[in-house]
């Protein structure tokens, strides 16, 4: 289970079922076990509640994640 979290204020914005040990490039809305901070969804742009910084886009049933724009602590379920 990760805890994403902005790269630029560190506010926990949610926790993601991660499977498979690659790198964190899209979350599924629906792995998406808790939120802590809602993200702001402006177009398909998904910011940071309280810095508004960009650390995604919106693709439907997914986030298309921006590596710069969030970072993660946690462990991540192998396979």
Avoid: W
């Avoid at 079922?17 to 742009?45: A, Q």
């Amino acid at each position: 289970m990760l805890t994403i979290k902005c790269a630029y204020c560190k506010t926990k914005l949610y926790k993601y079922l991660k499977i498979g040990t690659g790198k964190v490039l899209r979350c599924h809305k629906n792995k998406i076990t808790r939120v802590y901070h809602s993200p702001i969804l402006i177009g398909e742009d998904v910011k940071c509640p309280k810095c508004k910084s960009l650390f995604g886009k919106d693709k439907g049933k997914y986030y298309d994640m921006i590596q710069e724009g969030f970072t993660y602590t946690g462990t991540k379920i192998k396979k």
